[in-house]
């Protein structure tokens, strides 16, 4: 594997990692995970956008250009020849001295690699089911923060559960998944939680509201409760890895008529149509 550590792609092998890097000690540094359908990155000026500023709200300064950066992305993918799949990159802020304190002048750590994935398929002709969890995560959920401690505890429930991610609930309203974000539809009318400090703004909830847009579909951002989420007609969740996801059970519980939504079928057929 061939892996971009700040502006050079080596072996993986030759990557070195100092236990003094903040990111291994203190998860100070953020992410992205971006899809690669038939070697091309999907949305890829979108997730560098969301990392530089991610970067900018924690003080983080990229070692090169957003340019640079897509060219650096775009030579990992084709140096690994990956075709179908994903790109992990993360930035932390560098070593030092352990002290929870930093000095500006650290040189961060961007490293990238291929991911090996294939679609869900599976999961997504079926649909899935997926639990409830207080939403117990800090306030920048907006920031994609490399410190994921509740939202892999939480993963990991569902998972051992048999189910597939868990819905934070905060203050009565649903936020988001684990790593996706959340729909739900009733009455035709699609809601999903606001993009605020309360959730990631996802790039494919952000697509999908461009494709609801275009197709003159009703939706709203707007908060809904658990229980809102339960009486939904459909409900389903997006991420990069998930695309359109259909929730046939909330917490045991069948959703509408416990069938993949038609609308939800719908939507997912728009976004494969747009990676094409
Ligand atoms: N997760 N919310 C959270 C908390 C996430 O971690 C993610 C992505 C999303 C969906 O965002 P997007 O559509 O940009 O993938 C929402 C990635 C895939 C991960 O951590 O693996």
Same mark, same amino acid.
């Given at each position: 594997?061939?892996?971009?550590?700040?502006?050079?792609?080596?072996?993986?092998?030759?990557?070195?990692? &100092?236990?003094?890097?903040?990111?291994?000690?203190?998860?100070?540094?953020?992410?992205?995970?971006?899809?690669?359908?038939?070697?091309?990155?999907?949305?890829?000026?979108?997730?560098?956008?969301?990392?530089?500023?991610?970067?900018?709200?924690?003080?983080?300064?990229?070692?090169?250009?957003?340019?640079?950066? +897509?060219?650096? =992305?775009?030579?990992?993918? %084709?140096?690994?020849?990956?075709?179908?799949?994903?790109?992990?990159?993360?930035?932390?802020?560098?070593?030092?001295?352990?002290?929870?304190?930093?000095?500006?002048?650290?040189?961060?750590?961007?490293?990238?690699?291929?991911?090996?994935?294939?679609?869900?398929?599976?999961?997504?002709?079926?649909?899935?089911?997926?639990?409830?969890?207080?939403?117990?995560?800090?306030?920048?959920?907006?920031? +994609?923060?490399?410190?994921?401690?509740?939202?892999?505890?939480?993963?990991?429930?569902?998972? &051992?559960?048999?189910?597939?991610?868990?819905?934070?609930?905060?203050?009565?309203?649903?936020?988001?998944?684990?790593?996706?974000?959340?729909?739900?539809?009733?009455?035709?009318?699609?809601?999903?939680?606001?993009?605020?400090?309360?959730?990631?703004?996802? =790039?494919?909830?952000?697509?999908?509201?461009?494709?609801?847009?275009?197709?003159?579909?009703?939706?709203?951002?707007?908060?809904?409760?658990?229980?809102?989420?339960?009486?939904? &007609?459909?409900?389903? =969740? %997006?991420?990069? %890895?998930?695309?359109?996801?259909?929730?046939?059970?909330? &917490?045991?519980?069948?959703?509408?008529?416990?069938?993949?939504?038609?609308? %939800?079928?719908?939507?997912?057929?728009?976004?494969?149509?747009?990676?094409?």
């Amino acid at each position: 594997m061939r892996v971009l550590v700040n502006n050079e792609i080596v072996h993986r092998e030759d990557v070195r990692i &100092d236990f003094e890097d903040r990111g291994y000690q203190f998860g100070d540094g953020i992410y992205e995970v971006v899809r690669v359908y038939e070697g091309e990155a999907y949305e890829l000026n979108e997730h560098i956008h969301r990392f530089y500023r991610s970067a900018k709200e924690i003080g983080i300064t990229p070692p090169q250009s957003k340019n640079e950066m +897509k060219s650096n =992305i775009e030579d990992v993918i %084709t140096e690994n020849k990956l075709l179908e799949g994903g790109i992990y990159f993360q930035m932390t802020r560098g070593v030092a001295p352990r002290k929870h304190q930093y000095e500006k002048e650290i040189e961060p750590k961007l490293i990238a690699y291929p991911l090996y994935f294939t679609r869900p398929e599976k999961q997504q002709n079926e649909g899935v089911s997926v639990l409830t969890a207080d939403d117990l995560r800090w306030h920048r959920c907006d920031i +994609k923060s490399l410190n994921l401690l509740y939202n892999i505890m939480m993963k990991q429930k569902a998972h &051992d559960s048999g189910s597939f991610e868990t819905i934070f609930i905060r203050d009565e309203l649903v936020t988001e998944g684990t790593s996706t974000n959340v729909f739900m539809i009733k009455d035709n009318v699609i809601s999903t939680h606001p993009a605020d400090n309360n959730i990631l703004n996802g =790039i494919t909830r952000m697509k999908v509201l461009h494709l609801l847009n275009e197709e003159h579909i009703p939706y709203e951002e707007k908060s809904f409760t658990k229980q809102e989420l339960l009486d939904a &007609d459909e409900v389903f =969740i %997006t991420s990069t %890895t998930s695309e359109v996801m259909p929730v046939l059970k909330v &917490d045991e519980q069948v959703i509408g008529n416990g069938l993949p939504g038609i609308l %939800t079928k719908r939507l997912h057929s728009l976004f494969l149509h747009d990676i094409k």
